[in-house]
């Protein structure tokens, strides 16, 4: 105990490990030791911001989030913390090839009888503002580099303890290094001893308690629900059985928190005892006794226990457990405290047509589903986002809707069907960490690698779960290959290297040479050998790393060389002849494939054949043998672009389409299918090793997993993305207009298109007057002012110096403001300029309720003009770039958020209202008709509402796609919101007066 406490009062470390010095045996006294260390004056003395407990055990790690972080915070010291490194755990964003926590800090917090590597991982996060103690079976759970203390142990104090509490000794001293020996003695004394005792009530209660997961701590609460219906225990009589088993040493009850916690190797044969008597009517008391139980007889232990393991117990019971997992209130707490992952294994094993159906929906909204909520009460937003993802299953999304009118929080509901709603071809989406380059899949096709930014590559399992990060590069990686037999990696990188990987993700070598940025790594297909280009090399190598040859050559900055099926020859696509260049193995060039003016763009291998596919620019794509010889040409309706990827068949191929869609094209006959869900072009596209499924990276940080089989269903119509800029509500109501790149579309209050006009214009902005008799827009091409009246018919247009940036109307229509690059411009409604003023970037506008005054941000500033351009009072200072700008319906104050997340309030004279702290960044705010509500968009994809009185954020919801605008009706009732996807439409929906919110 003494090098404990030198350790804790005089070493340097923010984290230490105590263990025992025989690996992996439990009931060591570690926990007795720690206790008696923590309790010493000199290390409560060394730690005046106090010591925190937290019993761990048995527990999984996602179980344990929320107490982690509590007991964190009271040591902190913080009397104000930031909350970065608590949102870095929360969220799962662990250290990732960071730096060591500093010296020790004045807090310490402990984990006792710690089981898993995460926690362990997290403490090094928490650390970095506590210092931690953690106990554990064996120094195996704990990352490198933690200095570890082992503790003798020349006799095992449980074994000990049990002996001399039953009488009983096993008939041979076990070999403490073999669990197996430990197990057989520890078995031996409790078959006798517990025989022995003459409390049969007692035995059979405690044999009960394994009926409860092995993977967890048993909550009190649940105990005593389960004696109360196998016995009919009243609390008091629990706590008396509690009492006196935990005296006889076969359980413990953790000193903070209200869970039994009992050793594995005893409850191992208390499982072994109720297996052989028979299980089930355990199971079935346990679940009987938890669904009549009030949902006020449970405790925060019980709920995360039986939110995690009821499923099982069901099962064990004989239960159908589609009739619990597929209860739509069920999967919203569940994924609130547990994630997607937990949520799939209960879908899989009810193993139904709805879960199967559930289970996919999830999975390909798993990046929306979740993204951590910081400013809105998590489960409601959680909940309101779940309810949108299922707009397709009604039956669910209305069970999770009935689960939020309980919740007693305001929440918004999704009116139709959300654009951004899933391709039916998307499989899984995964990720969110870094913008990624480059996508390989394994040839077994259980697992795939992807090359991203910060030097990352990482190894992912197709439940979306990642397996291991590789770090070595020292930029941006680019690229990444999988060789033939899955037993090693090639990266390439920014940083003018390329890698080689085991496939345990040790560095086997580092390749240098090439001057500049390695963009395309490719193996030969019977990985003998790679090669790698930059912008003006290419370099063959053999795969132990031995350059093989050089070329010099302009190489096409997104084609990516292909290694042929026999692995003879590699071919590229010269950047400056536009033609395909085919190379053998050895270094020679064999051909180089040209076809006339309309040279070649990308160029793919056939999986199985000796033969390469061109993309040409004339959108013909042309089959070659690798010596030259056309082999045949087949016409297409569009191009392809970015790398082109061919199916193990050759049936098909597959690289970016238009705008963000990945091209699925079938060239017998030709079809095209356009997979949309990134919300930037895909940068990197593979198939699996059968074909019927492929993988796409973008710089969205997302990779998708979409089918590809034949007959590939079409999304139905609302899935048909438009990206719409902007959007204008009339004052009464009455006329509903987006702004996009095709045209400007009126609407009904359902959001329908009633007709388009001018579809052949990019319209950036679009502003309507109070009676929707008069419309404003500004496109992106031409540099015009359009004024036009409620059919959208042209009444004047007027051609702008610059084009236009931002747009506001007055409410009569008498007049419009427009801003450019360098001027601020008044217009008539005749289209005659009243004034104009030099307000250089002004990128936000925003008109009084009474057209007698214009609210204009530029940067950091706001500043306030009168109908004729007039300056009137001081710049508003913003601290920050502006975001988006908005004036109350009364006109007695102007709202801006910036670019740090903060959404403040001025009056017109200038003086500040309020600042709220809105956690992301808006891109775009709306005041509510009687100016209680501010709703934004923000930059990561959510609408929030907020109570402007209470300065709080009321509801949230996450979307798929980026936002744009927003805008409120004129009774406050639905609120439109537009970006990449299209339009949404939502109803604030409020908790009836007087309900107390319980929505945490």
Not at 455 to 480: F, K, Q
Not at 831 to 843: D, F, W, Y
Not at 898 to 925: F, K, N, S, V, Y
């Amino acid at each position: 105990m003494e090098e404990l406490i030198k350790a804790l009062t005089e070493g340097e470390s923010r984290i230490i490990a105590l263990v025992p010095e025989i690996d992996g045996l439990e009931g060591a006294g570690v926990t007795t030791v720690a206790a008696a260390a923590c309790a010493d004056p000199r290390v409560v003395k060394r730690f005046p911001n106090g010591i925190a407990w937290l019993s761990v055990g048995a527990d999984r790690p996602e179980m344990l989030t929320d107490q982690m972080v509590d007991r964190a915070f009271e040591v902190n010291g913080e009397s104000d913390p930031d909350t970065d490194w608590l949102e870095a755990f929360s969220t799962g964003r662990l250290m990732d090839g960071g730096e060591w926590p500093g010296p020790p800090g004045d807090g310490l917090l402990v984990l006792d009888g710690v089981r898993d590597p995460y926690l362990p991982l997290a403490a090094l996060v928490i650390a970095d503002h506590v210092s931690v103690l953690v106990t554990a079976r064996s120094a195996r759970v704990l990352p490198d580099d933690i200095p570890v203390i082992a503790l003798p142990v020349p006799r095992w104090p449980l074994l000990e303890r049990l002996s001399g509490e039953l009488g009983v000794r096993p008939a041979q001293e076990p070999d403490l290094n073999d669990p197996r020996s430990r197990a057989a003695a520890v078995r031996e004394v409790l078959s006798a001893g517990l025989a022995g005792l003459k409390l049969p009530g007692s035995v059979a209660r405690l044999t009960e308690l394994g009926v409860f997961a092995d993977e967890a701590n048993i909550p009190a609460g649940l105990v005593r629900l389960l004696w109360k219906r196998t016995a009919e225990l009243e609390p008091l009589d629990c706590e008396l059985t509690l009492t006196g088993l935990s005296a006889l040493g076969v359980l413990s009850r953790a000193p903070d928190r209200e869970v039994v916690m009992i050793p594995d190797v005893i409850r191992g044969h208390l499982r072994a005892e109720l297996a052989a008597a028979g299980s089930g009517e355990v199971h079935r008391a346990l679940m009987e006794a938890v669904v009549e139980a009030p949902h006020t007889a449970f405790s925060a232990e019980d709920a995360r226990y039986f939110l995690f393991y009821l499923p099982d117990h069901a099962a064990q019971a004989g239960d159908e457990v589609s009739d619990i997992v597929c209860d739509g209130a069920w999967l919203a707490r569940k994924l609130n405290r547990f994630g997607i992952a937990a949520v799939e294994q209960d879908l899989m094993r009810a193993g139904t047509p709805l879960a199967e159906r559930l289970r996919r929906t999830l999975a390909q909204s798993m990046t929306v589903l979740e993204r951590p909520e910081l400013v809105a009460p998590p489960l409601p937003t959680l909940a309101a986002t779940l309810a949108c993802r299922l707009y397709g299953i009604p039956e669910t999304a209305d069970e999770v809707k009935m689960l939020l009118s309980r919740l007693g929080a305001a929440w918004l509901e999704c009116l139709w069907a959300p654009p951004d709603l899933p391709h039916p071809a998307l499989r899984r989406v995964m990720g969110r960490a870094e913008p990624l380059n480059g996508v390989a899949i394994s040839p077994d096709g259980s697992w795939l690698a992807t090359a991203g930014g910060n030097g990352r590559v990482r190894i992912w399992n197709l439940d979306g779960s990642v397996e291991a990060t590789l770090s070595g590069h020292d930029d941006d990686v680019n690229d990444v290959a999988i060789a033939p037999d899955g037993t090693w990696l090639a990266t390439a990188g920014d940083d003018e290297t390329v890698r080689l990987w085991d496939d345990d993700g040790t560095e086997r070598a580092v390749l240098h040479g090439h001057e500049g940025a390695v963009r395309r790594v490719v193996i030969a297909p019977d990985g003998s050998w790679l090669v790698s280009c930059a912008a003006n090399d290419l370099r063959a190598w053999s795969a132990d790393g031995t350059l093989l040859w050089q070329v010099d050559m302009t190489v096409m900055s997104d084609s990516r060389p292909v290694i042929g099926a026999d692995s003879s020859w590699v071919a590229f696509v010269d950047d400056e002849r536009e033609s395909v260049l085919v190379w053998t193995r050895e270094g020679s060039l064999r051909a180089e494939l040209a076809d006339g003016e309309e040279g070649a763009r990308y160029v793919a291998a056939h999986p199985a054949r000796d033969l390469l596919i061109t993309e040409h620019w004339d959108g013909w794509m042309r089959m070659w043998s690798p010596d030259g010889v056309p082999l045949g040409a087949i016409e297409t309706d569009g191009l392809i672009f970015g790398a082109l990827t061919a199916a193990p068949d050759g049936s098909m191929v597959a690289g970016e389409g238009s705008g963000s869609d990945v091209l699925l094209r079938a060239l017998e006959p030709v079809t095209d299918s356009r997979l949309t869900g990134h919300s930037t072009p895909p940068s990197d596209v593979a198939f699996s090793p059968d074909g019927t499924w492929l993988a796409s990276v973008s710089d969205d940080a997302t990779v998708r997993l979409w089918d590809a089989g034949g007959g590939l269903p079409e999304p139905d119509e609302h899935l048909r993305r438009e990206s719409i800029r902007s959007l204008a509500v009339a004052a009464d109501g009455s006329v509903l207009v987006t702004a996009g790149y095709r045209g400007l579309t009126f609407r009904d209050t359902e959001g329908r298109a009633l007709r388009a006009v001018h579809e052949e214009e990019r319209f950036d902005a679009v502003a309507i007057s109070a009676d929707g008799s008069a419309l404003a827009a500004v496109d992106d091409e031409d540099g015009l002012l359009w004024l036009l009246d409620r059919d959208g018919e042209i009444r004047h247009q007027v051609r702008l110096s610059e084009p236009g940036t931002a747009l506001a109307l007055a409410p009569d229509g008498s007049w419009a403001a427009v801003a450019t690059e360098n001027e601020l411009g008044f217009w008539e409604a005749d289209g005659r300029l009243r004034t104009e003023v030099p307000v250089v970037g002004a990128e936000y506008l925003a008109m009084a309720p009474d057209g007698s005054w214009l609210a204009a941000a530029r940067s950091d500033h706001v500043l306030l003009f009168d109908a004729r351009g007039r300056r009137l009072g001081p710049a508003l200072d913003a601290g920050d770039e502006i975001t988006g700008l908005a004036v109350s319906p009364r006109g007695d104050w102007v709202a801006a958020t910036t670019g740090q997340g903060a959404i403040l309030r001025w009056d017109p004279e200038g003086r500040l209202l309020a600042e709220l702290e809105a956690a992301a960044a808006a891109t775009h705010l709306a005041v509510g008709p009687f100016g209680s509500w501010l709703a934004t968009v923000c930059f990561d994809d959510a609408v929030r509402v907020w109570d402007v009185q209470a300065g709080e954020c009321i509801a949230a919801i996450h979307l798929e796609a980026g936002l744009d605008a927003c805008a409120w009706t004129p009774g406050g009732t639905r609120l439109y919101v537009t970006g990449w996807a299209g339009l949404h439409g939502f109803a604030l929906r409020l908790p009836p007066q007087g309900q107390q919110a319980h929505a945490s």
